[in-house]
Structures are given as C-alpha cells and as structure tokens.
Nanobody, 127 residues
C-alpha cells in the first residue's frame, strides 16, 4: 500500500499550487480521503476531506474558498488545488485514507488514526 504526495514547492503569496496524492495497493474508490497539514512548530491540522464518489467534500475554515479537493478514481489519485496562497499555508501536506468520512475541526489529524498515510510534501509560501 502506498500514498505518494507530489506537487509541493515554494510559491509567492497569492500564488497557486496543485498537490497530488497517488494511491496504490488498496481499493482507492471505496475510501474517503483527507488532506492534513503540519506547519513548523505547530500541531497537525485537518484541511479537507472527500467522499469516495467525490460528491461530498469538506474544508477547514482557514482554506475554504481558496482550496479545492478532488479525486480521479480511474487514476487512483486525489488532488488539492490551492489558490491565493498565504504564508500561513506553509506546511508539510499529508494525504490519508480512512474507512470513514469526517469533515470539520474535530477530525483526526494523527497518522495512526488513518488506515493509510503518505510521506508528505512541503509547501512553502514566501516572498
């Protein structure tokens, strides 16, 4: 089983990035998927989740209106389109798979609470 994130990098404030999470080794299209991020010196933060069919999504207030989560169940890949990036979006972004869907500040953010967890991709927003 693997979850491999990509697409991170350094971008100026106001810029955009698109993260990808490529899944293998499990039935991707049956799992809700989640993005969690961890900023330097801070605890992990739930960012966004999407149901297996992609029809229902949820976002943290801090990213609502700027980030869009999506998935392609044919390609076994989840995405996070990040627009209007701010310095406070700087973090390592992780993708995770779980057998349940959760959206909101009370969602789990620890790797052991998920069935599968990626290695993370660094996003740095700085001028």
């Amino acid at each position: 089983v693997q979850l491999v994130e990509s697409g991170g990098g350094m971008v100026q404030p106001g810029g955009s990035l698109r993260l990808s999470c490529a899944a293998s080794g499990f039935t991707f299209d049956t799992y809700p998927m989640t993005w969690v991020r961890q900023a330097p010196g801070k605890g992990p933060e739930w960012v966004s989740s999407i149901k297996p069919g992609g029809e229902i999504t949820g976002y943290a207030d801090s990213v609502k209106g700027r980030f869009t989560i999506s998935r392609d169940n044919v390609k076994n890949t989840m995405y996070l389109q990040m627009n209007s990036l701010k310095p406070e979006d700087t973090a390592v972004y992780y993708c995770a798979a779980s057998s349940y869907y959760c959206a909101g500040s009370g969602c789990y953010v620890a790797s052991h609470e998920y069935d599968y967890w990626g290695q993370g991709t660094q996003v740095t927003v700085s001028s």
